[in-house]
Structures are given as structure tokens and as C-alpha cells.
């Protein structure tokens, strides 16, 4: 069974960092491109970051470059995002999705087809 869940949210000030973490089971990761998403209330779902399979290429939304860092290993079934100088903005809950593909990720939420449960950010002081 393909399983996706997050870890590592919570309350954060202003100006401050968390690394979320998304472990993984029940499928091959090294065949997926892996997505971080989150939604904020009454908003759409953003994607935020996605790194392709191997790792090699990933990319940020604008409002999110300079302070996500997105990364996996593979080896430990495991993706990464690092998120600094966190804004309340920021504040969401994210969610990371699987796609089955090489060499290509997208942030577009409609191309994912498996999703964790998510974990919520709370960026206040």
C-alpha cells in the first residue's frame, strides 16, 4: 500500500525555520517525482516545491525561492523541505504527493496522484 506522511510542523515565529519530512512506503521512490503543496484557509491549494526522482532538477514558487530548500534520499524512502525565514504567510497546511515519472517534476497539484494526510505550519509570534 503507497503510503505518504509528513512530519515536522508546528508553531514557528516569524524569521524562524522548520524541516518537514515526508516518508515514504509501499512504492519505489527512485521511479517518482515527489511535490510540497499546502493550503491556507479559504485559499486554493499551492504548490510550493517538487524535486524530480533523482533528485537532480526541483523547483519553488516565487513566493517561496531563496528560502525552501526541497531534497530527498532515496535510499531512506525520504523527501525534505527546509523552510527558513518563515513568514506568517507561510502559514498552511503542506502536504507532499507522489507522481509516477523520470526526470520531471511539476507544482501543479492535478499531475500528483498519490497525497499524505499533511501537517500544519503556523508561522506567529
Known amino acids: 500500500q503507497l503510503q505518504l506522511v509528513e512530519s515536522g510542523g508546528g508553531l514557528v515565529q516569524p524569521g524562524g525555520s522548520l524541516r518537514l519530512s515526508c516518508a515514504t512506503s509501499g512504492f519505489t521512490l527512485n521511479y517518482y517525482g515527489i511535490g510540497w503543496f499546502r493550503q491556507a484557509p479559504g485559499k486554493e491549494r499551492e504548490g510550493v516545491s517538487c524535486i524530480t526522482s533523482s533528485g537532480g532538477r526541483s523547483k519553488y514558487a516565487d513566493s517561496v525561492k531563496g528560502r525552501f530548500t526541497i531534497s530527498r534520499d532515496n535510499a531512506k524512502n525520504m523527501v525534505y523541505l527546509q523552510m527558513d525565514s518563515l513568514e506568517p504567510e507561510d502559514t498552511a497546511i503542506y502536504y507532499c504527493?507522489?507522481?509516477?515519472?523520470?526526470?520531471?517534476?511539476?507544482?501543479?497539484?492535478?499531475?500528483?496522484?498519490?497525497w499524505g494526510q499533511g501537517t500544519q505550519v503556523t508561522v506567529s509570534s
Open positions: 504527493a507522489a507522481d509516477n515519472i523520470l526526470g520531471y517534476c511539476s507544482t501543479s497539484w492535478a499531475e500528483y496522484d498519490y
